[in-house]
């Protein structure tokens, strides 16, 4: 039996704003790391599913890794091991009942993806990005100029 799940929710398509996420969550404490052309470790050493990845985000303190595998639409899906919960630990979020349980087993890295991704974009844009914590806790993302 195979512990492997694609995360689809979640297109990676800037590797930029993916070692930005990588880096603010080695800031937060997360210790991982972003290697190209490796395999994930998982459950089984030839687990299906969990091949050479193009990009792994290595996770120092769990005994599996989260792969990044190209798509033929374009970016990257996240593949990894959820047996034991060691991924979720590390990365999950804590509201796992609402919206997409998978997308929320990793969602510190999402998050923190989609917040740079946005700021890269608008940037590349001519546009001035900055960002700032809600009330409720939520990364805000905040967007002015004109093109």
Known sequence: MSHTSAVKAIAISSI???QAAITELNSMGVKCSLIANAKPRAYF???EGMGQADFV????DSRYDVGLYKT???GYEAR???F???VEKILGTKNY???NQEQAKLGKLFQMYGVHAAMNEARRKGLQATRQKGADGKEQVIVTGYR
């Not at 985000?57 to 120092?60: E, N, Q, S, T, V």
């Open 16 to 18: 930029e704003s993916l």
């Open 45 to 47: 050493q030839n687990q």
């Open 57 to 60: 985000i290595k996770l120092d």
């Open 72 to 74: 033929p639409s374009g």
């Open 80 to 82: 990894t091991d959820w």
């Open 84 to 86: 034991g919960q060691d």
């Open 97 to 99: 009942n609402k919206g």
